[in-house]
């Protein structure tokens, strides 16, 4: 999983997630979660996470087919991240119980300031 475009249009700030499957098995997305989060989490200290839930999922990504690769664009309100927290973006597989993959992202302040204007 990688972020392959940021871009910003007024107050909306758009992510391009490009999902990858390398495997001989499809990957079936249960969901997807955005967090603000501390960067490192250390031992026997408070972490403060806040979700933050997207405006607008442009393919609802829900399958990625065997070794093929598939694309979403997520819509959220532009913000900026502290500096010792980053934008953590996790894709969740559909499984029974707690047995499927986890793939995760984090993005830091700078990667959002970067991004093109549309």
């Known amino acids: 999983m990688e972020?392959?475009?940021i871009c910003i249009k007024g107050d909306a700030l758009f992510l391009v997630i490009q999902v990858t499957n390398c495997t001989n098995m499809?990957?079936?997305a249960e969901a997807f979660n955005f967090w603000i989060a501390d960067r490192r989490?250390?031992?026997a200290t408070n972490v403060q996470e806040y979700q933050l839930k997207p405006d607008y999922a442009r393919f609802e990504l829900k399958r990625v087919p065997a070794s093929e690769?598939?694309?979403e664009v997520f819509v959220i309100e532009k913000l900026t991240i502290p500096d010792k927290r980053v934008l953590r973006i996790e894709m969740i597989?559909?499984?029974t119980g707690n047995t499927g993959r986890k793939l995760t992202?984090?993005?830091?302040?700078?990667?959002l300031q970067r991004a093109e204007m549309l």
């Open 105 to 111: 992202l984090e993005l830091k302040n700078r990667d």
């Open 26 to 28: 499809a990957f079936d």
């Open 93 to 95: 597989e559909k499984s």
């Open 69 to 71: 690769s598939a694309s």
């Open 41 to 43: 989490q250390q031992k």
């Open 3 to 5: 972020v392959s475009g």
